[in-house]
């Protein structure tokens, strides 16, 4: 797949402008005692192998699927579609949820190889706007040079969801952003 020449220059701002929100924002997920010391956040280097066009399989019926939460909670999501695509020869599936039908958006949480020992153990997030992650052609633009931590990476004071079992890949996801070494972040090591 052809990616478009500035992508690499988008992510960089992205990451750049993410690094500012976190070190400067009243509401950024990095604890006040961390951030003087804050450099910004780890990423794997942009790589367009870890960014697709894919077709959206959408579900016939929509089941509501109940998703554990960092905190022993529970939220729920609808299993919307699913995009299949292939890493390093082996083909892959991942479901695509949305808090309600009414959502436009499609939320995507994954854990991989790397889970644990290069990112962050309980897993990553993707989320996919239509207004901004769909080709031309229709077909939405799953980047995992995107993929990012929940806030609970950085503190414990925030909810998270976990990761669908449905969702853990067998391959890692070299791409998106590292572990992030916080004094306050969930524990995923004790799942």
Not at 142 to 149: E, I, K, P, R, S
Not at 166 to 176: T, Y
């Amino acid at each position: 797949m052809s990616a478009p020449t500035d992508w690499k220059e988008t992510l960089e701002q992205h990451r750049r402008n993410k690094d500012s929100y976190f070190s400067d924002n009243p509401q950024s997920p990095i604890p006040d005692a961390e951030r003087h010391d804050f450099e910004g956040l780890r990423y794997y280097p942009p790589d367009d192998d870890y960014r697709f066009e894919l077709d959206l399989h959408e579900h016939d019926e929509k089941e509501q699927v109940v998703v554990a939460t960092t905190t022993e909670g529970e939220r729920e999501y609808l299993r919307w579609g699913e995009f299949r695509f292939d890493v390093g020869g082996e083909r892959q599936t991942l479901q695509a949820y949305r808090r309600d039908a009414d959502d436009p958006g499609l939320w995507m949480p994954f854990r991989d190889e790397t889970s644990g020992e290069e990112t962050y153990g309980a897993g990553r997030y993707l989320d996919l706007h239509p207004e901004d992650d769909r080709a031309d052609d229709g077909r939405w633009v799953v980047d995992f040079n995107l993929a990012y931590n929940p806030f609970c990476a950085y503190s414990a004071r925030y909810e998270c969801p976990m990761v669908p079992v449905e969702n853990w890949l067998a391959v890692a996801i070299e791409a998106g952003e590292k572990t992030y070494e916080s004094s306050e972040g969930y524990d995923a090591t004790a799942e």
